[in-house]
């Protein structure tokens, strides 16, 4: 079992940054690859960012890219989620995901899943 706790969401004018937190409990992740998914309200869930714990590889959603890094730190075995340049769309309820193998943007195929945190940005 992967126990998983995002923190960090709140509420951001356009333009502005947010830094999201994934602690990660219960097992060594090496194997494993930790994404980012958001879901807005009427929306289905989407892939925003994953990153793979043993090397640091990181992928990223066209909407995203260029605004957003994901990183990790091994000893601590949080994943960040650094939002920059943050627009109204970007606003949904932020989700950390852990999937054992390799990076895919597919949310179906994460095993473990935090209870999320709210990203409200503000135009």
């Known amino acids: 079992q992967v126990q998983l706790v995002e923190s960090g969401g709140g509420l951001a004018q356009a333009g502005g940054s947010l830094r999201l937190s994934c602690a990660a409990s219960g097992r060594t992740l090496n194997r494993y690859c930790i994404g980012w998914f958001r879901q807005a309200p009427g929306k289905e869930r989407e892939f925003v960012a994953t990153?793979?714990?043993?090397?640091?590889?990181?992928f990223y959603s066209d909407s995203v890219k260029g605004r957003f890094t994901i990183s990790r730190d091994n000893v601590e075995d949080t994943v960040y989620l650094q939002m920059n340049s943050l627009k109204p769309e970007d606003t949904a309820v932020y989700y950390c995901?852990?999937?054992?193998?390799?990076?895919?943007?597919?949310?179906?195929?994460?095993?473990?899943w935090g209870q999320g945190t709210q990203v409200t940005v503000s135009s």
């Open positions: 995901a852990a999937v054992y193998g390799p990076p895919n943007p597919h949310p179906r195929t994460y095993e473990y």
């Open positions: 990153i793979v714990m043993s090397g640091g590889n990181t």
